[in-house]
Nanobody, 120 residues
Framework: VQLQASGGGLVQAGGSLRLSCEASGNIFSINAMSWYRQAPGKQRELVATIVTRGSTNYADSVKGRFTISRDNAKNTSYLQMNNLEREDTAVYYC???????????????WGQGTLVTVSS
């Protein structure tokens, strides 16, 4: 089971980016899917979470600018980031709390990071 994150890049302040995170492998079900970020010299922080039925939770710093969504048929989560600020510059990581098909064990899987750089 693995997660593949994509969509990072360089964008000017005020611009938008859309990150994707696709889970693949022996997956029975996926519960929560989240995005975290880690800026240089700072600890990793939670950005947004979405659970199976669609309820969402956001960090105060991104409320009103970022939107998390998911496509359960594709085992994919998305993070739409609008009105980006320089302070959003970070490596963004996705994770998923999922049940492995063969073992029925709940695991938290992390994807590789994708770099988002916001220039002024």
């Amino acid at each position: 089971v693995q997660l593949q994150a994509s969509g990072g890049g360089l964008v000017q302040a005020g611009g938008s980016l859309r990150l994707s995170c696709e889970a693949s492998g022996n997956i029975f079900s996926i519960n929560a899917m989240s995005w975290y970020r880690q800026a240089p010299g700072k600890q990793r922080e939670l950005v947004a979470t979405i659970v199976t039925r669609g309820s969402t939770n956001y960090a105060d710093s991104v409320k009103g600018r970022f939107t998390i969504s998911r496509d359960n048929a594709k085992n994919t989560s998305y993070l739409q980031m609008n009105n980006l600020e320089r302070e959003d510059t970070a490596v963004y990581y996705c994770n998923a709390d999922l049940v492995v098909l063969t073992t029925k064990v709940l695991k938290r899987i992390w994807g590789q990071g994708t770099l988002v750089t916001v220039s002024s």
